[in-house]
C-alpha cells in the first residue's frame, strides 16, 4: 500500500503582486512540460536540485507524478539521469568508514524465465576475493524471482541496515541490501509505480548511484538504449570504471546463447566492446524456477553447460572492466578457472 510522502512546509515566491503564489518545485515541471517548442530538459545541476528536494519530502504527490511521468515520456538524457543519481547519493544516510568495495552490483528487476544465474556469479567472485555491495527493489513486478529470496534458498544473510551489510562485507566479502533498507524515502518513490501504471526514470537511476563508493559498478538493463545513458551519466557522475550490457531479465547476467555489446568506462574513459556467443542453440523459458537447483549448482550435482556458461560469462564481463583482466579472452578463462576451483561445500556467509 502507497504510502503518502509527506511534503514539508514550505515558503512561495511571490513573481509579482499580480501572481500567484508558486511552489519552489514548479520551475522544475514546467522546464519539462512547457509545450513541444518552450519545454527543455533539465541541466545535471537542475535534476540534482529537484531530486534533493524530492528525497527531502519537499515536493507534493502531484507534482512528484508528473515531473517522473514527463521525464518518462520524453526518456531521460545522461545529464538529467546523472543529476537525478547524485541528488540521490546526496540524502542517503550512509555511515563513515565503512569497507572498501570493489563491485557495486545493481538488481533491480527480477528474474521470470531464467534461474537467477548473476547470484552465485557475483558469491563465486566474492569467494575469491573481489568484494561485492549488491543493492536492489523488490516486488515491483509479479511473476518473478527477486535476490533476496535467492539468497534465502542459498542460505545467504542479507543485510537491513549499514552496519550488517559492512560485517557481512568484511567476513563474506558479499553484502546485499534491499531499497527499502538502503533509502525508504526512495522506496516509497518506487512505488509510485503501482499508482502512475508505468516504470519512473527512478527504475534507471537508483541503478546508477553506486552508494558505497565502488571502484567498479556494473549494471544489466532491459532496453539497449539506455546503454549510453548509463555509460556517459556514470561519467557524468566522475565513475572511472563502469560497465553495462543488456542483461538477461534486465539483470547482470550474461546470456550465454546471445552476443552482447558492453558499454563501459576505463579510468573514465568511454567505449564499448562486443561479446561473442559462448554456446550454441536456444534457451527455452524454464518452467519452473526451482531455487534449490542452486545450491545443487554451487555444489557440483549434475551437468548444466548453458548454467556454467551464463555464472561464468557473467564474472567475466565483472573481471574485465573491474580491471583484472586485459582481454575478453582472459576474463572467460579466469572466471572458468574461479568457477571450477569454488569451495563446493560453503557458499560466502551461508548458515
Known amino acids: 500500500m502507497w504510502e503518502r510522502i509527506p511534503a514539508r512546509r514550505h515558503r512561495p515566491v511571490s513573481h509579482s503582486a499580480a501572481s500567484p503564489l508558486e511552489h519552489p518545485f514548479a520551475q522544475y515541471v514546467r522546464i519539462l512540460g512547457k509545450g513541444p517548442n518552450l519545454s527543455r530538459p533539465l541541466s545535471l545541476d537542475e535534476a540534482r ?12 504527490q502531484a507534482q512528484l507524478g508528473a515531473f517522473l511521468c514527463l521525464l518518462r515520456v520524453k526518456t531521460e538524457l545522461p ?25 557495486d552490483w545493481a538488481s533491480y528487476a ?26 536492489g527493489a523488490e516486488g515491483h513486478t509479479g511473476g518473478r524471482v527477486y535476490t533476496s529470496q535467492v539468497l534465502a534458498a542459498l542460505g545467504v544473510p542479507v543485510a537491513t541496515d549499514f552496519a550488517q551489510a559492512a560485517a557481512h562485507l568484511n567476513d ?47 549494471n544489466g538493463v532491459t532496453h539497449p538504449p539506455y546503454l549510453p545513458v548509463h555509460q556517459e551519466g556514470s561519467r557524468l557522475m566522475g565513475e572511472k570504471a563502469m560497465a553495462a550490457f543488456k542483461g538477461d531479465g534486465g539483470e547482470v547476467e550474461r546470456r550465454p546463447e546471445k552476443s552482447c555489446e558492453v558499454f563501459f568506462l576505463q579510468d573514465g574513459q568511454p567505449g564499448t566492446e562486443d561479446w561473442p556467443a559462448l554456446v550454441s542453440g536456444v534457451r527455452e523459458k524454464e518452467e519452473s524456477l526451482d531455487l534449490a537447483r ?28 573491474c580491471g583484472r583482466a586485459k582481454s575478453v579472452a582472459e576474463a572467460e578463462g579466469a572466471a572458468l578457472a574461479m568457477w571450477r576451483d569454488r569451495i563446493k561445500g560453503a557458499l560466502p556467509g551461508a548458515a
Open 49 to 60: 536540485t529537484a531530486m534533493g528536494m524530492v528525497m527531502r519530502g519537499e515536493v507534493e
Open 79 to 103: 545529464e538529467e539521469a546523472a543529476g537525478l543519481a547524485l541528488g540521490i547519493k546526496d540524502h542517503l544516510n550512509v555511515p563513515a568508514g565503512l569497507p572498501a568495495v570493489d563491485v
Open 110 to 135: 527480477g528474474k521470470s524465465r531464467q534461474l537467477p544465474y548473476y547470484v552465485p556469479a557475483a558469491l563465486c567472485l566474492a569467494q575469491h576475493g573481489v568484494k561485492v555491495f549488491m543493492h
Open 172 to 218: 563474506h566479502a558479499f553484502a546485499y541490501m534491499r531499497l527499502e533498507h538502503l533509502s525508504p524515502a526512495l522506496h516509497q518513490i518506487m512505488g509510485l509505480r503501482q499508482l502512475l501504471g508505468l516504470r519512473s526514470p527512478i527504475h534507471t537511476v537508483a541503478r546508477m548511484v553506486n552508494p558505497l563508493n565502488a571502484a567498479f559498478s556494473i
Open 294 to 321: 542452486l545450491k545443487a549448482l554451487w555444489r557440483g550435482e549434475g551437468n548444466d553447460e548453458m548454467a556454467v556458461a551464463a555464472i561464468a560469462g557473467t564474472m567475466a564481463i565483472v573481471l574485465r572492466y
